[in-house]
């Protein structure tokens, strides 16, 4: 496929585990392009409004071949076997919503979780069946769900997992630690939906997306940027090795992390000595500003705040692992190289 | 004479390394009614604790009804011997009857509990002791003499033949000290118990009570009618007290004389 | 103990009239009607509307196995019977369990004020629980996991060490129990505190444990449960003359003829097994195991035979209908249903027995 090879040209001279995760990601486009049955080339299908136009992929449209039944394996290492096409999904995850709509599933959710963000707007009709207090099983079991994507690392809690599984509820449980992972994920959703084209268009138009936007970005000046996540009761940045660390590195920016893996604290001293070009403040949301930043004690002397390089972000664009992902790169290239004209390759419906 | 009911031969007994009580011999028979007393310290609570089985003997036996104590199960020994402790607290109301009840713990059936003997047992000690008007009354609201009663009537219901009080006067006043002697006087001559009593108020004890057990420092040191264990010489020498402070009793009478003393 | 026995008395040639508590018989018919009452509302109520008619189909068909016409969705029956029921008798089982094992507890350490955890049960099952919740493996057992498992071992876990440090001579004395308990609670409520510190995103899920739930119930998870509880409390009822023994003080129950060093320590680890199990399956639920007995026994006396099952039917039913009111308002905790069911109740029967003698 031409756009693997232009973006993997492009990359050699920056070393960067996206290569190794475009990879893995194109091992698996090919296995999945390699088991399907030869379908009828057609110009791509409108898949969604977040799907940029695709230039160089044929567009593939639905399989004439029977999908199902199917034995998946989830991102827990579960098998996961569907008899048919399920007809009643139910989807436990913001992010499985929006790829749910995405790739035209849409109509066969009967269930999903709260979503603050409260996205796409079609989705608002669908009943809700767990908020993060819980999952209401009996809801889901009463609605006669056939398929239900959960979330995985805890987010879902596993009690509910097991339980559906226990009543026989086919349970796909989805966690994406990386970028390639998000992609990789949403072509798993479309391979348990019925709709693998669609789902494969909707990666791979973001894989280019992502690709374009890279190279835009591949300049030798690397801003260090400070990511907020909270500022309650202490101040709390990003994690070594996380989704935000690797997104902002595709964004042409170098992350200051806390210094682990698994705690999300940002000590103050830390900041101070890292002194970032940039603070962007994924906790905007919960009414953090960049006035209120600058008051904080001891960070009158920092860089960011001196140059009012301070700057809000809608986080959960930038981090939910589903289609919308790609407009959250173009939010932070936005926000840490404003200089670089963004290719107008896609309309971001974020 | 009656069987003896109670015999301690040559029994030592106390806590950790010291002896509090060395060789004490006593023989108690059926019937008697005897009382036990002695200075602070003189081992009279250990004694008690021998008697019942609560503390093993260092030497020497302890024989129930011409059994050996320690070869009897807790329930056989409750069957022959009731204690009636000085005072009880109740951690939940209960009745007075519910309380008198327990007596017949180591007669009743364990699982299935009292049975109509049971019950008529239990009202029959009420009533002998002169506590019927207060049946149904939580315990916790009477008075410290109608306490004192009511395990007393516990150990009537009991049904033992030998009953143990540990001073039960000690928080009643004259007249409630007067009616529990009374009491047990009468348990002894109308249904034959054999009554044994440690108390601390020696007039009392001399008034009414026909054997006395002077212990002191761990021994024996007098058994007999109160005009001879608790003459004044005696008085002088175990509780160290000058009789002449003390109110009339077999110590008053001049040395060498026993005075009769009034019972009743 | 006397339940208005004065013809008994009367035919003894004694004119004593002892007037009766309310009948026992009676209250345990009302308690079992209650229980079935409890159980119909468990299995009625849900975030899915289940029509009556349905609902009781399904238990005649499955629970009774009657052949009757099955006119429910499928739907309706896995509700009813795999989610409801199992989560109702789970209720029970730890609602019987906690009351048997508060009655125990409060008799064997004289002490109203005594429940299931007062010799640190609920802190070792707690901090069992967290470090489970912290060790990123999973183990499943027979449906039970790693939490409850070391939620389990660390109820039982901390009684043994209450019990070995609390060892005066050749047994346990009550107030070396209940103060060794009281410390050794605190030493391992600050081994939660920390671990909940430590657990960052997992801060939820102990959470949830402590405040105790019966959604996870299954019936996987009762046939591991229920035998132990039945069987423990039956043991513990056969027992009750031990109990009543220690009414007036432990020497007082020695000269009654009870072995209370045997006793003790046979009431005290089967009290505790109950505990351990009942936490292990649904967490920290408190108030059932101190109300219900002491309600109980402010109606029928101190009788441990009458108090004891009594409490288990009382508490079993009462546990089950906070379970309906935690889900009718959400999915509210059910330890704090507990609390605001079972505390003001308490207060107006303490304040009824203040003012006069008669119930």
Same mark, same amino acid.
């Given at each position: 496929?031409?756009?693997?090879?232009?973006?993997?040209?492009?990359?050699?001279?920056?070393?960067?585990?996206?290569?190794?995760?475009?990879?893995?990601?194109?091992?698996?486009?090919?296995?999945?392009?390699?088991?399907?049955?030869?379908?009828?080339?057609?110009?791509? *299908?409108?898949?969604?409004?977040?799907?940029?136009?695709?230039?160089?992929?044929?567009?593939?449209?639905?399989?004439?071949?029977?999908?199902?039944?199917?034995?998946?394996?989830?991102?827990?290492?579960?098998?996961?076997?569907?008899?048919?096409?399920?007809?009643?999904?139910?989807?436990?995850?913001?992010?499985?919503?929006?790829?749910?709509?995405?790739?035209?599933?849409?109509?066969?959710?009967?269930?999903?979780? *709260? *979503?603050?963000?409260?996205?796409?707007?079609?989705?608002?009709?669908?009943?809700?069946?767990?908020?993060?207090?819980?999952?209401?099983?009996?809801?889901?079991?009463?609605?006669?769900?056939?398929?239900?994507?959960?979330?995985?690392?805890?987010?879902?809690?596993?009690?509910?997992?097991?339980?559906?599984?226990?009543?026989?509820?086919?349970?796909?449980?989805?966690?994406?630690? *990386?970028?390639?992972?998000?992609?990789?994920?949403?072509?798993?959703?479309?391979?348990?939906?019925?709709?693998?084209?669609?789902?494969?268009?909707?990666?791979?138009?973001?894989?280019?997306?992502?690709?374009?936007?890279?190279?835009?970005?591949?300049?030798?000046?690397?801003?260090?940027?400070?990511?907020?996540?909270?500022?309650?009761?202490?101040?709390?940045?990003?994690?070594?090795?996380?989704?935000?660390?690797?997104?902002?590195?595709?964004?042409?920016?170098?992350?200051?992390?806390?210094?682990?893996?698994?705690?999300?604290?940002?000590?103050?001293?830390?900041?101070?000595?890292?002194?970032?070009?940039?603070?962007?403040?994924?906790?905007?949301?919960?009414?953090?500003?960049?006035?209120?930043?600058?008051?904080?004690?001891?960070?009158?002397?920092?860089?960011?705040?001196?140059?009012?390089?301070?700057?809000?972000?809608?986080?959960?664009?930038?981090?939910?692992?589903?289609?919308?992902?790609?407009?959250?790169?173009?939010?932070?290239?936005?926000?840490?190289?404003?200089?670089?004209?963004?290719?107008?390759?896609?309309?971001?419906?974020? | 004479?009656? &069987?003896?009911?109670?015999?301690?031969? &040559?029994?030592?007994?106390?806590?950790?390394?010291?002896?509090?009580?060395?060789?004490?011999?006593?023989?108690?028979?059926?019937?008697?009614?005897?009382?036990?007393?002695?200075?602070?310290?003189?081992?009279?609570?250990?004694?008690?604790?021998?008697? #019942?089985?609560?503390?093993?003997? #260092?030497?020497?036996?302890?024989?129930?009804?011409?059994?050996?104590?320690?070869?009897?199960?807790?329930?056989?020994?409750?069957?022959?011997?009731?204690?009636?402790?000085?005072?009880?607290?109740?951690?939940?109301?209960?009745?007075?009857?519910?309380?008198?009840?327990?007596?017949?713990?180591?007669?009743?059936?364990?699982? !299935?509990?009292?049975?109509?003997?049971?019950?008529?047992?239990?009202?029959?000690?009420?009533?002998?002791?002169?506590?019927?008007?207060?049946?149904?009354?939580?315990?916790?609201?009477?008075?410290?003499?109608?306490?004192?009663?009511?395990?007393?009537?516990?150990?009537?219901?009991?049904?033992?033949?030998?009953?143990?009080? &540990?001073?039960?006067?000690?928080?009643?006043?004259? !007249?409630?000290?007067?009616?529990?002697?009374?009491?047990?006087?009468?348990?002894? #001559?109308?249904?034959?118990?054999?009554?044994?009593?440690?108390?601390? &108020?020696?007039?009392?004890?001399?008034?009414?009570?026909?054997?006395?057990?002077?212990?002191?420092?761990?021994?024996?040191?007098?058994?007999?009618?109160?005009?001879?264990?608790?003459?004044?010489?005696?008085?002088?020498?175990?509780?160290?007290?000058?009789?002449?402070?003390?109110?009339?009793?077999?110590?008053?009478?001049?040395?060498?004389?026993?005075?009769?003393?009034?019972?009743? | 103990?006397?339940?208005?026995?004065?013809?008994?008395?009367?035919?003894?040639?004694?004119?004593?009239?002892?007037? =009766?508590?309310?009948?026992?018989?009676?209250?345990?018919?009302?308690?079992?009607?209650?229980?079935?009452?409890?159980?119909?509302?468990?299995?009625?109520?849900?975030?899915?509307?289940?029509?009556?008619?349905?609902?009781?189909?399904?238990?005649?068909?499955?629970?009774?196995?009657?052949?009757?016409?099955?006119?429910?969705?499928?739907?309706?029956?896995?509700?009813?019977?795999?989610?409801?029921?199992?989560?109702?008798?789970?209720?029970?089982?730890?609602?019987?369990?906690?009351?048997?094992?508060?009655?125990?507890?409060?008799?064997?350490?004289?002490? =109203?004020?005594?429940?299931?955890?007062?010799?640190?049960?609920?802190?070792?099952?707690?901090?069992?629980?967290?470090?489970?919740?912290?060790?990123?493996?999973?183990?499943?057992?027979?449906?039970?996991?790693?939490?409850?498992?070391?939620?389990?071992?660390?109820?039982?876990?901390?009684?043994?060490?209450?019990?070995?440090?609390?060892?005066?001579?050749?047994?346990?004395?009550?107030?070396?129990?209940?103060?060794?308990?009281?410390?050794?609670?605190?030493?391992?409520?600050?081994?939660?505190?920390?671990?909940?510190?430590?657990?960052?995103?997992?801060?939820?899920?102990?959470?949830?444990?402590?405040?105790?739930?019966?959604?996870?119930?299954?019936?996987?998870?009762?046939?591991?449960?229920?035998?132990?509880?039945?069987?423990?409390?039956?043991?513990?009822?056969?027992?009750?003359?031990?109990?009543?023994?220690?009414?007036?003080?432990?020497?007082?129950?020695?000269?009654?003829?009870?072995?209370?060093?045997?006793?003790?320590?046979?009431?005290?680890?089967?009290?505790?097994?109950?505990?351990?199990?009942?936490?292990?399956?649904?967490?920290?639920?408190?108030?059932?195991?101190?109300?219900?007995?002491?309600?109980?026994?402010?109606?029928?006396?101190?009788?441990?035979?009458?108090?004891?099952?009594?409490?288990?039917?009382?508490?079993?039913?009462?546990?089950?209908?906070?379970?309906?009111?935690?889900?009718?308002?959400?999915?509210?905790?059910?330890?704090?249903?507990?609390?605001?069911?079972?505390? =003001?109740?308490?207060?107006?029967?303490?304040?009824?027995?203040?003012?006069?003698?008669?119930?």
């Amino acid at each position: 496929m031409p756009a693997f090879l232009f973006s993997l040209r492009s990359r050699l001279h920056r070393p960067s585990r996206a290569i190794a995760g475009i990879l893995i990601l194109t091992v698996l486009l090919a296995a999945c392009g390699s088991a399907a049955t030869p379908r009828p080339s057609s110009p791509p *299908d409108a898949t969604g409004s977040l799907v940029p136009p695709i230039t160089a992929t044929p567009g593939p449209s639905a399989s004439a071949a029977p999908a199902f039944p199917v034995t998946l394996t989830d991102d827990d290492g579960t098998k996961v076997q569907l008899t048919a096409e399920p007809k009643k999904i139910v989807s436990l995850t913001p992010a499985e919503t929006e790829v749910l709509f995405a790739i035209d599933a849409g109509d066969r959710v009967v269930g999903k979780v *709260d *979503d603050p963000a409260n996205y796409p707007p079609e989705a608002d009709k669908v009943p809700i069946v767990g908020t993060f207090a819980g999952i209401d099983v009996e809801k889901i079991v009463g609605l006669g769900a056939d398929l239900v994507i959960a979330g995985g690392s805890g987010g879902t809690p596993q009690d509910a997992i097991d339980k559906l599984r226990s009543l026989h509820v086919p349970v796909l449980v989805l966690y994406a630690p *990386d970028v390639p992972g998000v992609l990789a994920d949403i072509q798993l959703t479309g391979n348990a939906v019925g709709r693998s084209a669609e789902a494969e268009a909707l990666a791979s138009s973001m894989e280019a997306g992502f690709a374009d936007l890279t190279d835009a970005v591949d300049v030798a000046t690397k801003p260090k940027v400070f990511y907020e996540t909270g500022d309650q009761p202490s101040i709390y940045g990003i994690a070594d090795d996380s989704v935000y660390a690797q997104m902002i590195e595709l964004a042409g920016g170098d992350p200051v992390t806390t210094g682990s893996a698994t705690n999300w604290e940002m000590p103050t001293e830390k900041l101070i000595a890292a002194d970032p070009d940039l603070i962007i403040l994924g906790d905007s949301a919960y009414g953090v500003t960049a006035a209120a930043v600058a008051k904080r004690p001891g960070w009158s002397g920092l860089k960011a705040v001196k140059s009012g390089a301070i700057k809000p972000i809608d986080d959960i664009v930038v981090t939910r692992p589903g289609p919308r992902l790609l407009d959250g790169l173009r939010l932070l290239v936005a926000a840490i190289h404003p200089e670089i004209a963004l290719p107008s390759a896609a309309p971001s419906g974020g | 004479m009656s &069987d003896p009911i109670l015999e301690l031969r &040559d029994v030592s007994g106390g806590y950790g390394r010291g002896e509090v009580l060395r060789s004490v011999d006593l023989t108690i028979r059926a019937g008697e009614q005897l009382a036990v007393v002695g200075p602070n310290g003189a081992g009279k609570s250990t004694l008690l604790r021998l008697m #019942t089985g609560l503390l093993a003997p #260092t030497t020497g036996d302890v024989r129930v009804g011409g059994r050996l104590l320690r070869e009897l199960g807790r329930d056989e020994i409750a069957r022959r011997i009731a204690v009636v402790p000085q005072v009880a607290s109740l951690p939940f109301s209960a009745r007075v009857e519910e309380i008198v009840a327990l007596g017949r713990l180591p007669h009743e059936d364990p699982i !299935r509990g009292p049975r109509p003997a049971d019950r008529a047992a239990v009202a029959a000690a009420i009533e002998r002791v002169g506590l019927g008007r207060l049946v149904g009354r939580d315990a916790r609201e009477l008075s410290l003499g109608e306490r004192q009663l009511v395990l007393i009537a516990v150990a009537v219901a009991q049904a033992s033949p030998l009953i143990i009080l &540990d001073e039960p006067t000690v928080h009643l006043d004259i !007249r409630h000290q007067i009616d529990v002697m009374e009491l047990l006087a009468d348990l002894n #001559t109308r249904d034959g118990r054999t009554i044994i009593t440690v108390l601390h &108020d020696l007039n009392l004890a001399a008034r009414s009570i026909p054997r006395i057990v002077v212990l002191a420092d761990g021994r024996v040191v007098a058994d007999g009618p109160p005009e001879e264990a608790l003459d004044g010489e005696r008085i002088r020498d175990v509780f160290r007290v000058d009789p002449a402070v003390l109110p009339a009793g077999p110590w008053s009478a001049p040395a060498g004389r026993s005075a009769h003393v009034e019972r009743g | 103990m006397t339940t208005g026995s004065d013809t008994v008395a009367s035919r003894a040639g004694i004119a004593l009239r002892l007037p =009766p508590r309310r009948s026992p018989i009676l209250l345990g018919a009302a308690g079992v009607v209650g229980l079935v009452v409890a159980l119909l509302a468990g299995v009625g109520f849900g975030s899915v509307a289940v029509a009556p008619g349905d609902t009781l189909g399904i238990l005649a068909h499955r629970l009774f196995g009657l052949d009757i016409a099955q006119t429910w969705p499928a739907t309706a029956e896995t509700i009813v019977w795999d989610l409801r029921l199992p989560r109702v008798f789970e209720a029970m089982i730890v609602g019987l369990g906690l009351s048997v094992a508060g009655a125990t507890f409060q008799g064997l350490l004289r002490n =109203p004020l005594a429940d299931p955890y007062v010799l640190g049960t609920a802190s070792g099952a707690a901090l069992g629980a967290a470090i489970a919740v912290l060790i990123p493996v999973r183990i499943v057992i027979l449906e039970f996991g790693l939490l409850q498992g070391l939620a389990f071992l660390g109820a039982l876990g901390a009684v043994v060490a209450v019990y070995r440090l609390a060892r005066v001579g050749g047994g346990a004395p009550m107030t070396s129990l209940l103060l060794t308990g009281y410390a050794l609670g605190s030493l391992l409520a600050a081994g939660l505190a920390m671990a909940m510190y430590l657990s960052g995103a997992a801060l939820r899920q102990i959470f949830a444990y402590l405040l105790g739930s019966f959604e996870s119930a299954s019936w996987g998870r009762l046939a591991g449960v229920v035998p132990i509880v039945l069987v423990a409390s039956a043991v513990i009822v056969l027992r009750a003359r031990s109990l009543n023994g220690l009414l007036l003080g432990e020497e007082a129950a020695v000269h009654l003829g009870v072995d209370v060093r045997r006793e003790r320590a046979l009431l005290l680890g089967l009290a505790t097994l109950i505990t351990a199990a009942c936490v292990a399956v649904s967490g920290l639920i408190g108030f059932v195991g101190l109300v219900v007995p002491h309600v109980v026994r402010l109606v029928v006396g101190p009788n441990a035979r009458l108090v004891l099952p009594l409490s288990a039917l009382a508490g079993a039913s009462l546990m089950v209908a906070a379970d309906v009111v935690a889900r009718v308002l959400g999915e509210v905790p059910v330890g704090v249903v507990t609390a605001v069911i079972g505390a =003001p109740f308490f207060l107006f029967l303490l304040r009824r027995t203040q003012r006069g003698y008669e119930l």
